[in-house]
Nanobody
Framework: QVQLVESGGGLVQPGGSLRLSCTAS????????MGWYRQAPGKQRELVAI???????NYADSVKGRFANSRDIAKNTVYLQMNSLKPEDTAVYYC?????????WGQGTQVTVSS
């Protein structure tokens, strides 16, 4: 079992930045992969970034160069630094953890990019 708690969403103007946090209830070295997904109204949930157990991070093309994932092992926390935000980044962002064969999701945090 893994509980995930997200924070850091909010309202930001285009071009602004936000940092999301996701804290896991267990040592993240025991988790196969952790990632960020997002879901905009009327759209399917999509991958934003995912970090494998070998610390390889894959990003969606739409966020490459703007978003960066990092982690604090001691805090069992991963972060998503989002820069140069665009209105199309508006969505509910979810943290996901895979502990094979199970998948766990956080509750989601709203990110709204608007002037």
């Amino acid at each position: 079992q893994v509980q995930l708690v997200e924070s850091g969403g909010g309202l930001v103007q285009p071009g602004g930045s936000l940092r999301l946090s996701c804290t896991a209830s267990r040592n993240i070295f025991t988790i196969n992969s952790m990632g960020w997904y997002r879901q905009a109204p009327g759209k399917q949930r999509e991958l934003v970034a995912i970090v494998t157990s070998r610390s390889v991070t894959n990003y969606a093309d739409s966020v490459k160069g703007r978003f960066a994932n990092s982690r604090d092992i001691a805090k069992n926390t991963v972060y998503l630094q989002m820069n140069s935000l665009k209105p199309e980044d508006t969505a509910v962002y979810y943290c996901r953890a895979d502990v094979i064969p199970n998948t766990y999701w956080g509750q989601g945090t709203q990110v709204t990019v608007s002037s």
